[in-house]
């Protein structure tokens, strides 16, 4: 498989950013048998038109969703578009767009949409090599699912993404597919034939203390006691302030790490979303499972840094274990949460990224509110988790 990058900083005029992209991409790679675009972009940016006029002025499908900030080859962007194209005669790339996932039976729509790009002379127990999923923010429902039923209708095929951001308004976060702009429907490609996908994911665990209980009661993302204590008062136990007007925004540097016993080597991390004083309860972005041992970690700039430099440490080594399967891009995903921690130092991320790259090498990546990655992966299955504050990379 061979890839180009392109970025734009054209925000208003859509037809001029279609054409500097489009030229980019065209002066770096030639097409081959098939190819597909990824476009992540600014909350500005129309992204409907957008990749409507690049799939006119490439002859490719382009998918994408909007983003905090952008990562490609040269570090961390604001205000821009950065498109990857992914080309190959080997692997075929299919792709759909579910229906809306706001009302009805959401489970059913995101297997659909799989479905959708299934090639019809697939064997029954065919797997594809990757499936990539743009989805909406702010489903009556926790990001979990997409993992979950993706993993079960296609035979634990590896699943990466995450949930589309905007810049912290929350109003504005779309997914996009040739020419349309949805805030209520996951993208979905699916990666068939020739693909050797390497991952990799670091979370930032450091101990805030050593009081680590057990969830002894909760339903979905909402915790209601951990230990013998109201969620409440565990997380006062800490010494933390819990009447706050922005639990989200306050709570971004003190995420609860999770452990589940005899489940995943990593674990999981899940950043709070609101509180209930009321009924002594805490809503998280991402389910959290009853029997889990839960600990309240403190994240600062530096544990960010090194995470991200852990993680593409790991997937460099992956690299040259393998170098019969010329691998040419990283795609990378962090967390909405970890550009909050960084603050004025945002393209820290960015930086550690473009330094460890090989020369040659393409990287394009966004900010997610959610990201969706496996934890395990091995003979082309995935143990794919929903998770937070973490940096996930993929490379083809």
Same mark, same amino acid.
């Given at each position: 498989?061979?890839?180009?990058?392109?970025?734009?900083?054209?925000?208003?005029?859509?037809?001029?950013?279609?054409?500097?992209?489009?030229?980019?991409?065209?002066?770096?790679?030639?097409?081959?048998?098939?190819?597909?675009?990824?476009?992540?972009?600014?909350?500005?940016?129309?992204?409907?038109?957008?990749?409507?006029?690049?799939?006119?002025?490439?002859?490719?499908? @382009? $998918?994408?969703?909007?983003? &905090?900030? /952008?990562? *490609?080859?040269?570090?961390?962007? %604001? +205000? !821009?578009?950065?498109? #990857? =194209?992914?080309?190959?005669?080997?692997?075929?790339?299919? @792709? $759909?767009?579910?229906?809306? &996932?706001? /009302?009805? *039976?959401?489970?059913?729509?995101? %297997? +659909? !949409?799989?479905?959708? #790009? =299934?090639?019809?002379?697939?064997?029954?127990?065919?797997?594809?090599?990757?499936?990539?999923?743009?989805?909406?923010?702010?489903?009556?429902?926790?990001?979990?699912?997409?993992?979950?039923?993706?993993?079960?209708?296609?035979?634990?095929?590896?699943?990466?993404?995450?949930?589309?951001?905007?810049?912290?308004?929350?109003?504005?976060?779309?997914?996009?597919?040739?020419?349309?702009?949805?805030?209520?429907?996951?993208?979905?490609?699916?990666?068939?034939?020739?693909?050797?996908?390497?991952?990799?994911?670091?979370?930032?665990?450091?101990?805030?203390?050593?009081?680590?209980?057990?969830?002894?009661?909760?339903?979905?993302?909402?915790?209601?006691?951990?230990?013998?204590?109201?969620?409440?008062?565990?997380?006062?136990?800490?010494?933390?302030?819990?009447?706050?007007?922005?639990?989200?925004?306050?709570?971004?540097?003190?995420?609860?790490?999770?452990?589940?016993?005899?489940?995943?080597?990593?674990?999981?991390?899940?950043?709070?979303?609101?509180?209930?004083?009321?009924?002594?309860?805490?809503?998280?972005?991402?389910?959290?499972?009853?029997?889990?041992?839960?600990?309240?970690?403190?994240?600062?700039?530096?544990?960010?840094?090194?995470?991200?430099?852990?993680?593409?440490?790991?997937?460099?080594?992956?690299?040259?274990?393998?170098?019969?399967?010329?691998?040419?891009?990283?795609?990378?995903?962090?967390?909405?949460?970890?550009?909050?921690?960084?603050?004025?130092?945002?393209?820290?991320?960015?930086?550690?990224?473009?330094?460890?790259?090989?020369?040659?090498?393409?990287?394009?990546?966004?900010?997610?509110?959610?990201?969706?990655?496996?934890?395990?992966?091995?003979?082309?299955?995935?143990?794919?988790?929903?998770?937070?504050?973490?940096?996930?990379?993929?490379?083809?």
């Amino acid at each position: 498989m061979k890839s180009a990058v392109a970025i734009s900083y054209e925000l208003d005029d859509t037809a001029v950013a279609a054409r500097q992209l489009a030229a980019a991409i065209r002066e770096k790679i030639d097409l081959a048998a098939h190819a597909v675009g990824l476009l992540y972009c600014d909350a500005d940016t129309d992204g409907a038109t957008l990749t409507g006029a690049l799939k006119e002025a490439l002859g490719i499908e @382009v $998918a994408g969703m909007t983003t &905090l900030a /952008t990562l *490609d080859t040269n570090g961390r962007h %604001e +205000a !821009a578009a950065v498109l #990857t =194209v992914l080309t190959s005669d080997d692997c075929d790339f299919r @792709v $759909a767009v579910s229906a809306s &996932l706001r /009302t009805g *039976d959401s489970a059913a729509a995101i %297997e +659909a !949409a799989y479905h959708a #790009t =299934v090639p019809a002379d697939a064997a029954a127990d065919a797997r594809p090599g990757l499936l990539w999923v743009c989805c909406p923010y702010g489903m009556p429902f926790s990001g979990d699912r997409y993992p979950e039923v993706l993993s079960r209708v296609a035979g634990d095929a590896p699943v990466m993404r995450g949930v589309a951001s905007d810049d912290y308004d929350y109003e504005r976060a779309r997914t996009f597919l040739s020419g349309a702009a949805y805030d209520d429907a996951m993208v979905i490609i699916s990666l068939w034939g020739g693909v050797q996908p390497a991952f990799s994911i670091r979370h930032v665990t450091s101990r805030f203390a050593e009081r680590i209980r057990r969830v002894s009661s909760a339903e979905g993302n909402v915790v209601y006691t951990v230990g013998d204590e109201s969620f409440i008062e565990y997380l006062e136990s800490f010494g933390l302030d819990t009447q706050v007007p922005d639990p989200l925004l306050a709570f971004t540097s003190y995420p609860m790490m999770l452990t589940r016993e005899g489940g995943d080597e990593v674990p999981l991390m899940r950043h709070i979303l609101e509180l209930d004083h009321a009924a002594g309860s805490g809503a998280f972005v991402g389910d959290v499972p009853v029997g889990a041992l839960a600990n309240i970690c403190l994240v600062n700039k530096a544990d960010v840094v090194e995470a991200c430099r852990e993680s593409m440490a790991a997937l460099m080594a992956e690299l040259e274990s393998h170098p019969e399967r010329g691998y040419s891009t990283v795609l990378c995903i962090s967390c909405c949460g970890r550009a909050m921690i960084l603050g004025t130092e945002g393209d820290a991320e960015g930086d550690v990224l473009a330094s460890m790259l090989p020369q040659g090498m393409a990287l394009a990546g966004s900010y997610c509110l959610g990201e969706i990655c496996p934890t395990f992966y091995a003979d082309g299955k995935g143990v794919n988790r929903f998770h937070n504050c973490s940096i996930t990379l993929c490379m083809l």
